[in-house]
T-cell receptor
Framework: DGGITQSPKYLFRKEGQNVTLSCEQN?????MYWYRQDPGQGLRLIYY???????QKGDIAEGYSVSREKKESFPLTVTSAQKNPTAFYLC????????????FGPGTRLTVL | GQNIDQPTEMTATEGAIVQINCTYQ??????LFWYQQHAGEAPTFLSY??LDGLEEKGRFSSFLSRSKGYSYLLLKELQMKDSASYLC??????????WGAGTKLIIKP
């Protein structure tokens, strides 16, 4: 079955620690995205990548980093510089055609203690 | 600035019809998407409108008026499983999605 996987579903970390969230897709999509979702707010774009070895900052990139070494994988690192990292993180991918919808992974709920 | 407005919460009765509105102001327009999101889960695609008019897909329909910056999602024959948040998103001039905060729909028996 084709789809997007994110792991783990729930993640707990101590304040000051970096943590990497996994996102893998086998849909052969070129574009991949990371969003953050907080209660009462719309999805906010952290980073996106339209092709391997290239990525761009979204609206709230500060305190986050990404890599895109393989087409299938787009991991997100939440660094200690992110002031309020506790949130629901969603990864999405899209076929290269601009009018296509984005497909989402199941999300990772990160709690920083 | 860019802005998407939706009602925060709506309540409807099982078997009834509900209309969820979305108004937008964005830099450019390359289509409007509606997604459904159950609590704690991923958003799933419902519909896409790029031209004015009504798109019907089973119990769900979506309408767009580009001149008014307005869309609505119409849900008919409501079922308890339709209880979810409904997200409106506009594709801007760079084909990036600008998201509304979502409308939480509560279905009562």
């Amino acid at each position: 079955d084709g789809g997007i996987t994110q792991s783990p579903k729930y993640l707990f970390r101590k304040e000051g620690q970096n943590v990497t969230l996994s996102c893998e897709q086998n849909l052969n999509h070129d574009a991949m995205y990371w969003y953050r979702q907080d209660p009462g707010q719309g999805l906010r774009l952290i980073y996106y990548s339209q092709i391997v070895n290239d990525f761009q900052k979204g609206d709230i990139a500060e305190g986050y980093s990404v890599s895109r070494e393989k087409k299938e994988s787009f991991p997100l690192t939440v660094t200690s510089a992110q002031k309020n990292p506790t949130a629901f993180y969603l990864c999405a991918s899209k076929d290269g055609r601009d009018y296509n919808e984005q497909f989402f992974g199941p999300g990772t709920r990160l709690t920083v203690l | 600035g860019q802005n998407i407005d939706q009602p925060t919460e709506m309540t409807a009765t099982e078997g009834a019809i509900v209309q969820i509105n979305c108004t937008y102001q964005t830099s450019g327009f390359n289509g409007l998407f509606w997604y459904q999101q159950h609590a704690g889960e991923a958003p799933t695609f419902l519909s896409y409108n790029v031209l004015d008019g009504l798109e019907e897909k089973g119990r769900f329909s979506s309408f767009l008026s580009r001149s008014k910056g307005y869309s609505y999602l119409l849900l008919k024959e409501l079922q308890m499983k339709d209880s979810a948040s409904y997200l409106c998103a506009v594709s801007d001039s760079n084909y990036q999605l600008i998201w509304g905060a979502g409308t939480k729909l509560i279905i009562k028996p």
